[in-house]
């Protein structure tokens, strides 16, 4: 017996409650949980009792329940029940938006319950897993969304494609999904995948409530087997572990659905019902204090109360982890939840330990032979006889059921009988007895090991038989079947083989009611085509009314015998081949007998079979009288191996000696494969490091080439200015030298001529001033030549930074007016798509607003083509880090991480502008809108959007 245990957990305020201004109505100390109806501190209020209740309302408070504390207290006794063979069930409930997916799956780096049990399942199953010990892990992954159950562990082009799978429930096994696909997992990197994958197919949407509202429940199933070999004794348990995350309970009037939301939370809303009348009926059935009647518990009113059936009232530890809000608003909610974990603790279920029938036997026979040694012993076997046989009457009386009365009254028969037999003192006849014990266990601790693999027994089964010969593979069956001739994929490269069994086999169409024994996926099948019958000896085949049916190209109507190569045809496409071993035998004989009587080979065997009902009986007679010496050769064999125990014991230590040799065989390939795993990985690290250092170099390669290119436009630049002043003094040397000759000869010519040639003179005198002051004017054009030459270089720099043609007016000199009347920068929201954030980044300049929706990545990329063009000061520009993920399984980032991220992206684009628009080398240079976005890709509508 074990009750279901439960955990309730408080998560924080969140943004809705936040903004309404509601007040905390939960307090929790140890394990008690107390609802107050206005807030903390008032009168009104109401107490719970669990096993567990987390704090997780604040993490400044002391007793703030993390992720791990949350693992360690449940986790830790799943794992325990799944290792003692039991099965175990975790499931959280709760209304919408509640942190129920959270607290199962998690987000970011804090992950949940889901992900820390699988990756603590695989680090103990490495620590015990050695040569007598072997582990095996599947997984499984559906969602029951709208009642219908689908597999999410498929591709996403599949899921839209997939039908709805079928619930059916297995006379032992109880309740199981028909064609959900299960996955063999070696290590949680594969189960990883696995959740990832089945999480982005899972259905979620928007509500009132949760912007991220699961729509659907969710159950993550893990089948774990071990085997292993304990004294000699071999060992087999099973443990089916179900993860469950539902879906929340929700109201309309909180949340606003209309539509298809309004469906979806309906029919959730009708599963939980039903979850908590099954939770009622099976509460009140183990209430001790009243009558012990048979309840009726409505399972299979919901898909998801009947998948879970064991898990509820039956073989299966259960943990229940009730997620409740903390604010005012949410009270009726809150105190519904309480309610019903509340009733859920009451649930006392009856778990097993799910061991192999066969194990088990050789167990009780073990512990049957340790018993009948300890009676060999006289007066203290007979006392602890007694004291065993005191403790089964009083297990009697407390017996309930009268299937438990009948076991321990068995037992109680089994110990008379032991106590009469060890007081006789009759120690011969335990020694038979013993010896008798003995050699049955042994006998099947031998079949135990001796057992087939999988493959081998459904080959048993359908009477099949492999041989090979050379390079061909001959399947060989006892019973007649259908040989499909057109597989419907032409991808498929496998046969498939049609069984038809004593009686009637009916032949249809996928989905018929009642379904038929063969079923085709094919339009042009009736839904019952045909009916084959089978009496032993004969196969008969009947076509329904109005269906097509061609045998050897001939249509048929009615009952038709068939014989061994026949082929028929079904509706306008599908072709079988059928086969009749039986038949064919009888045949090949009857072609042999006729070419060892010298006849001519048998031209047509099929026309000269007339009879095949008598040539049969004939056969079976021959078969009989066979089989009847075969049986007398057996028991020849057993009388000549009854003597010889000797070679038997020895044959025994042959196989002990070869299975052990397999299994070495086998640990050995399983190291080899984890070897080259290792060298795969190791593969891909030097790849990536690879790849990483070709950017490197490719990186610093690009910068220097663009730092030659500096200089080599610096170096131009600067001859350039040295030619245009050499020109500059030339021209100028050269005036001086006129000017001089001809001041020279006005002096000689003053000396000889006459005052007509000092007029002449003053003449000359002030041509040369005239000539001076060209002179001087012409180098204050080189100089203005010069001042445009420096303009003409700037407008260079400028075009070689952003390749834009010259900046019209209305921008020029923007770069000395201050920052903030020619920008402005915020990023005011952000948003979730599919697996990653955008943030929404406005931008106005000079008068011109428009926005931009950019990843972390868009910004890392505008950081790395910044740092490239101006390193010096954007190396000295700090940019917010990258958000370290978990490598063990990635989380969503919270609300409060984003927003933070936010405020640090806005202040790091105000800081990187302001500091690199005033250099004319940087494309934030005096530039408008049409300049940026042809410039930088980041602040273009419709680049980055991806």
Request: hydrophobic share 35%; net charge negative.
């Amino acid at each position: 017996m074990a009750q279901v245990r439960v955990a309730v957990r408080v998560r924080p305020l969140n943004s809705r409650e936040i903004e309404r201004k509601s007040k905390l109505v939960v307090d929790m100390r140890g394990q008690q949980t107390v609802l107050f109806k206005d807030h903390v501190g008032s009168d009104d209020f109401q107490k719970f009792t669990f096993d567990h209740s987390y704090w997780s309302f604040d993490k400044k408070d002391s007793h703030y329940a993390t992720q791990e504390e949350v693992f360690n207290d449940l986790g830790g006794d799943v794992l325990k029940s799944a290792f003692d063979g039991f099965n175990a069930c975790v499931f959280a409930y709760g209304q919408t938006g509640a942190g129920k997916s959270y607290t199962m799956m998690g987000y970011g780096e804090e992950i949940g319950l889901i992900p820390r049990i699988c990756e603590a399942l695989f680090q103990r199953v490495e620590a015990q897993q050695g040569d007598n010990t072997k582990f095996s892990v599947t997984a499984s992954y559906l969602e029951i969304y709208n009642e219908k159950v689908k597999d999410l562990l498929v591709t996403p082009g599949a899921k839209k494609s997939s039908k709805a799978l079928r619930v059916r429930e297995h006379p032992k096994t109880g309740p199981f999904v028909d064609g959900l696909s299960t996955h063999d997992v070696v290590d949680y990197q594969q189960i990883d995948d696995l959740m990832e994958l089945g999480n982005q197919n899972r259905t979620t949407a928007a509500t009132g409530m949760n912007d991220t509202s699961s729509r659907s429940h969710a159950v993550f199933t893990l089948i774990f087997k071990q085997m292993s070999f304990i004294n000699g004794v071999p060992a087999e348990k099973t443990s089916k572990i179900n993860l469950v995350d539902l879906a929340g309970s929700e109201r309309t009037s909180s949340t606003g659905a209309t539509g298809l939301r309004l469906k979806e939370g309906g029919n959730i809303n009708k599963s939980l019902t039903t979850l908590g009348l099954c939770i009622s009926a099976l509460a009140e059935r183990s209430n001790p204090k009243k009558k012990k009647k048979e309840a009726f518990i409505p399972y299979r009113d919901s898909v998801l109360t009947w998948l879970l059936k064991d898990s509820l009232g039956g073989n299966s530890k259960t943990i229940m982890v009730a997620a409740i809000s903390p604010a005012d608003i949410n009270h009726p909610e809150t105190l519904s939840t309480l309610h019903y974990a509340n009733r859920a603790k009451n649930i006392v279920n009856k778990p097993i330990v799910n061991e192999d029938e066969n194990v088990r036997i050789i167990r009780e026979l073990r512990a049957e032979v340790d018993r009948l040694k300890e009676l060999l012993g006289g007066e203290d076997a007979v006392a602890k006889l007694q004291t065993e046989r005191d403790e089964t009457l009083k297990e009697l009386g407390e017996a309930v059921t009268e299937e438990e009365k009948e076991v321990v009254q068995a037992k109680l028969a089994q110990l008379d009988s032991q106590m009469e037999t060890a007081k006789s003192g009759n120690k011969e006849g335990l020694a038979q007895m013993l010896q008798m014990q003995e050699q049955m266990m042994n006998a099947m601790v031998s079949d135990w090991k001796g057992k087939f693999d999988s493959m081998a027994q459904i080959f048993e089964d359908r009477a099949l038989g492999l041989s090979e010969k050379g390079r061909a593979l001959t399947v060989e069956s006892q019973l007649p079947h259908f040989v499909s001739l057109n597989l419907d994929d032409p991808l498929v490269t496998g046969i498939v083989l049609y069984y038809v069994h004593d009686g009637d086999t009916v032949v249809g169409q996928v989905g018929a009611e009642p379904e038929p024994d063969i079923c085709l996926e094919v339009s042009d099948i009736l839904p019952h085509h045909c009916l084959v019958h089978y009496d032993g000896t004969v196969v008969t085949l009947t076509p329904t009314e109005g269906a097509e049916v061609l045998v050897n190209g001939g249509p048929v109507v009615d009952a038709v015998e068939l014989h061994q190569g026949a082929t028929v045809q079904l509706g306008h496409e599908t072709m079988f081949r059928f086969n009749h071993p039986v038949e064919a035998r009888m045949l090949r004989e009857k072609r042999e007998a006729e070419k060892a009587e010298g006849k001519e080979g048998a031209a047509d065997g099929f026309a000269k079979f007339t009879s095949p009902a008598r040539l049969l009986s004939d056969k079976m007679r021959q078969d009989k009288e066979r089989l009847a010496k075969v049986q007398a050769e057996v028991e020849a064999l057993q009388q000549k191996v009854s003597v010889s125990e000797t070679e038997r014991a020895e044959e025994a230590e042959r196989l002990e000696s070869e299975r052990r040799e397999r299994e070495e065989q086998l640990l050995s390939a399983a190291m080899e494969r984890a070897r080259l795993e290792q060298e795969i990985l190791d593969l891909q690290d030097q790849e990536r490091d690879l790849q990483e250092k070709t950017r490197l170099e490719l990186a610093e390669q690009r910068q220097k080439m663009e730092e030659e290119q500096q200089a080599r436009f610096e170096e131009e630049r600067r001859l350039y200015r040295e030619q245009l002043e050499r020109e500059y003094q030339e021209r100028l040397q050269q005036k001086l030298k006129v000017s001089e000759e001809e001041l020279v000869e006005i002096k000689k010519t003053q000396e000889v001529q006459s005052e007509e040639q000092q007029r002449q003179y003053a003449k000359l005198l002030k041509e040369k001033e005239d000539a001076v002051r060209a002179a001087e004017a012409q180098r204050a054009e080189t100089d203005r030549m010069l001042e445009e030459t420096k303009r003409i270089e700037q407008e260079k720099e400028q075009l070689a930074a952003f390749a834009a043609a010259p900046k019209p007016s209305a921008f020029k000199q923007s770069a000395e007016l201050p920052f903030d009347e020619v920008w402005h920068i915020s990023i005011p929201e952000y948003r979730e798509r599919g697996s990653y954030v955008v943030f929404k980044v406005m931008i106005t300049l000079l008068g011109e607003s428009w926005c931009l929706w950019r990843r972390y990545s868009h910004f890392e990329e505008l950081h790395k083509q910044m740092e490239s063009k101006m390193r010096t000061i954007v190396s000295n520009i700090s940019f917010p880090k990258k958000h370290s993920l978990s490598l063990a399984f990635k989380k969503k980032p919270d609300d409060e991480f984003l927003a933070n991220r936010a405020r640090k992206l806005e202040a790091y684009l105000i800081n990187l502008v302001s500091k690199t628009r005033t250099r004319s080398g940087s494309p934030f240079y005096e530039v408008d809108r049409s300049i940026l976005e042809r410039t930088v890709p980041f602040f273009r509508n419709g680049a980055m959007e991806r």
